[in-house]
């Protein structure tokens, strides 16, 4: 069994944000698909014993179950000495980041893509319209960031140690873990 479970589907933009980094730590991790699409979210069962709030990702680790992809990644970010910043203020600078992606990009992106993409009724323009523009104002923020450096939060973000061992494949053996495969570039080699 594999050390990590990462509770997720392949659609999913904030399982990805988990998966990438579970694949980039290299830790030993396996999918376990969530039917969304079938409501498996919505249900009891998933409520009661995998998350109250009714989302993926899910980090399950040494019998603890983690909600909310930024939570995930500082977890994974302590546990592995990978991806945290090398102090207070580099991790402050990672948190705001981490807040303005969940706020904008989940809230107006991510909505905005599930009409578009996945809701089998024509969306309502003005909604879109909202949202695209909601969208689009976050992402020029980025933009302009992102103009002057080569990554969102502290380039040295990497580790505290030097990564000697290359990601691990995502695992194959999982319903949903193909989506995800895909879904997440696999780099090999140390940074
Ligand atoms: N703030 C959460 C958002 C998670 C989220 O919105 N997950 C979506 C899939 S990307 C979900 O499970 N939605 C189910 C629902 O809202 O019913 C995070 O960052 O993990």
Same mark, same amino acid.
């Given at each position: 069994?594999?050390?990590?479970?990462l509770?997720c589907?392949?659609?999913?933009?904030n &399982?990805?944000?988990? +998966?990438?980094?579970?694949?980039?730590?290299?830790?030993? $991790?396996e999918?376990? $698909?969530?039917?969304? =699409?079938?409501?498996?979210?919505? @249900?009891? %069962?998933?409520?009661e /014993?995998?998350?109250?709030?009714?989302e993926?990702?899910?980090?399950?680790h #040494? !019998?603890?179950?983690l909600s @909310?992809? !930024?939570?995930?990644?500082?977890?994974?970010?302590?546990?592995?000495? @990978? =991806?945290? !910043?090398r102090?207070? @203020?580099?991790?402050?600078?990672i $948190?705001r980041?981490?807040?303005?992606?969940?706020?904008? =990009?989940?809230?107006?992106l991510?909505?905005?893509?599930f009409?578009r +993409?996945?809701?089998p009724?024509?969306?309502?323009?003005n909604v879109?319209?909202?949202l #695209?523009? %909601?969208?689009?104002?976050?992402?020029?923020?980025?933009? #302009?960031?992102l103009?002057?450096? #080569?990554?969102?939060?502290?380039?040295?973000t990497? &580790?505290?140690? /030097?990564?000697?061992? !290359?990601p691990r494949?995502?695992p194959t /053996?999982t319903?949903g873990?193909s989506e995800? %495969? %895909? +879904?997440v570039p696999?780099?090999?080699?140390? /940074?």
């Open positions: 069994m594999a050390e990590y479970k509770y589907m392949g659609e999913s933009g &399982s990805y944000k988990a +998966a990438l980094m579970l694949a980039l730590t290299g830790v030993d $991790w999918a376990v $698909w969530v039917d969304f =699409f079938n409501g498996e979210t919505r @249900q009891a %069962r998933f409520r /014993s995998v998350s109250e709030m009714g993926v990702p899910v980090l399950e #040494k !019998g603890e179950r @909310q992809s !930024g939570v995930i990644l500082d977890y994974l970010a302590e546990r592995t000495g @990978q =991806f945290g !910043g102090n207070a @203020q580099e991790r402050r600078e $948190w980041w981490i807040l303005f992606d969940n706020h904008k =990009f989940t809230s107006y991510a909505s905005y893509r009409l +993409a996945f809701v009724q024509t969306p309502d323009p879109l319209a909202f #695209k523009g %909601r969208f689009d104002a976050a992402a020029a923020i980025v933009d #302009k960031h103009a002057g450096s #080569k990554f969102i939060a502290a380039d040295s990497r &580790s505290r140690s /030097s990564v000697t061992t !290359g494949p995502i /053996s319903p873990s995800m %495969r %895909r +879904a696999v780099r090999h080699g140390s /940074s």
